[in-house]
């Protein structure tokens, strides 16, 4: 059974920096694309980032020059680091499979406010 643990999130000012880290049990991890995914309250999830098995990245726009997703292929772990972050960067992040996404994990809650 496939597993995605989430966790790193919290609460911080405009401006501050998080490190999100996803954990993958059950699952090949080397040949698929990874993303990171982001609900924010009554709004649909949504695309952040991802990235391939050779190492190519893609980020939506909103988050473009400001989120750095990584993967360690040994740990079996995708991460994402978030710098200058804004209010509306407020969700909770997941992480899955690019594409064909497994069942979503808990996500981890990220907070930005004053």
């Known amino acids: 059974q496939v597993q995605l643990v989430e966790s790193g999130g919290g609460a911080v000012q405009p401006g501050g920096s998080l490190r999100l880290s996803c954990g993958v049990s059950g699952s090949i991890f080397t040949v698929f694309s990874w993303g990171w995914f982001r609900q924010a309250p009554g709004k649909q999830r949504e695309f952040v980032a991802s990235i391939s098995n050779g190492g190519d990245t893609n980020y939506a726009d909103a988050v473009r020059g400001r989120f750095t997703i990584s993967r360690d292929n040994s740990e079996k772990m995708v991460f994402l680091q978030m710098n200058s972050l804004k209010p509306e960067d407020t969700a909770v992040y997941y992480c899955?499979?690019?594409?064909?996404?497994?069942?979503w994990g808990q996500g981890t809650q990220v907070t930005v406010s004053l």
């Open positions: 899955n499979r690019r594409v064909s996404s497994y069942s």
